[in-house]
């Protein structure tokens, strides 16, 4: 028995992009426009939506969504209708467009719905409408229903979730993401391994979810190189779609001790999300290795991944080498290290028994003690 919750409706493809207008034009007149630090990159959109007679309202997502940031948007946004809510950029901007859909109806403040520093209580009305258009391989934010939040006074990063927060409509187009610098596209394509490769492990999988996973895996293994070295249209389409499948996995089943540590390092230095997942991998399905029954299903999970990681990525013949060679050349194209990003070893301690209670340490394949979550932090520097 499992559930499984998506989009109304999602269009990939190169040129799909040019709907969004027309689509948007679906919901009503009055259409919100979250776009990322320079609204130059989403003029296209604009000029779109007015060419089609729609009331356009902008507003701009400079960084990753904060807690501030999103009170003081919605100081402004509160006192306007809107019949839908476009979100054009990468996962931060989706996320910042996708809370704010979910609270410009909401009588309480933010901090009323947000889990573990807020009330977590249910949002009490459906969210607006809402489009993505993602412009980063990476989060898969454009089909999952929480958006990540930056609580700067608790130094943490925490979710407002709810499954209405799930875009409408989805509109994966490879050619809006081709161009960003190198560190960001490798940090990306980290992100969206990982979040292939936790939900296939996830105590809460289900046949949909590893469906997807296990399709996407070989898929994103194999383009990674591609689209950090050279970024050829296939392997832009591929690792697209590979975001997208991890979106909808972890939507459905859960990620696990990546992402358990992610949002707490996150919150408390302020490193790129994507950087943190890349550094943490390796050596958390090292740990996963060591704690994993022979024969069992998650041996025979992990053994499935390690194949991929050693057809695509190893330089010898060695079984389990492309796993080091996963971290060998993530550092070679320009990852930093935990210690890089800013995690010291005085800082284990604190970032254990945070990640310990992280809601995304849930869907772990396995109970970790404070001793084996150091032992992963200090794998990774």
Request: charged share 15%.
């Amino acid at each position: 028995m499992f559930s499984f919750f998506s989009p109304q409706a999602l269009y990939f493809g190169r040129g799909q992009a040019a709907q969004a207008a027309a689509l948007a034009a679906g919901f009503g007149h009055r259409v919100l426009i979250v776009h990322g630090s320079n609204p130059a990159r989403a003029a296209w959109l604009i000029e779109s939506c007015i060419d089609t007679g729609l009331d356009v309202q902008t507003q701009g997502c400079p960084e990753e969504p904060s807690l501030p940031a999103i009170e003081g948007a919605l100081a402004c946004l509160k006192q306007q209708s809107f019949d839908v809510v476009v979100g054009l950029g990468g996962g931060s901007v989706i996320d910042f467009a996708k809370a704010l859909a979910a609270l410009i109806p909401c009588d309480g403040t933010p901090l009323d719905y947000l889990e573990g520093v807020g009330g977590g209580q249910p949002l009490p009305c459906a969210p607006i409408p809402m489009i993505a258009v993602p412009t980063t391989a990476g989060t898969g934010a454009e089909v999952t229903k929480n958006a990540v939040i930056a609580v700067p006074t608790h130094n943490v990063k925490v979710s407002l979730r709810d499954p209405r927060m799930i875009p409408d409509i989805a509109i994966v187009d490879a050619a809006l993401m081709e161009g960003a610098p190198r560190r960001v596209i490798l940090a990306a394509a980290l992100d969206a391994i990982t979040q292939v490769i936790e939900p296939y492990v996830s105590s809460k999988s289900n046949p949909m979810t590893d469906a997807l996973c296990r399709a996407a895996i070989p898929v994103g293994l194999s383009a990674l190189r591609d689209v950090v070295e050279n970024g050829t249209p296939k392997a832009w389409d591929d690792m697209a779609w590979v975001s997208t499948c991890g979106g909808l996995a972890l939507t459905n089943a859960g990620l696990g001790a990546v992402h358990g540590f992610a949002g707490v390092i996150g919150g408390l230095t302020g490193a790129p999300h994507g950087e943190i997942c890349g550094a943490l991998l390796p050596a958390v399905l090292a740990s996963h290795l060591r704690k994993a029954r022979p024969s069992s299903e998650t041996h025979r999970r992990l053994d499935f991944i390690l194949t991929e990681l050693d057809h695509q990525l190893a330089t010898t013949s060695a079984p389990g080498s492309g796993l080091k060679a996963l971290d060998a050349w993530s550092r070679q194209m320009g990852l930093r290290s935990l210690g890089a990003l800013g995690v010291g070893e005085a800082l284990h301690a604190q970032i254990a028994k945070a990640a310990g209670t992280a809601s995304s340490m849930k869907a772990n394949p396995f109970a970790l003690s404070q001793a084996e979550l150091i032992e992963i932090l200090s794998d990774a520097q």
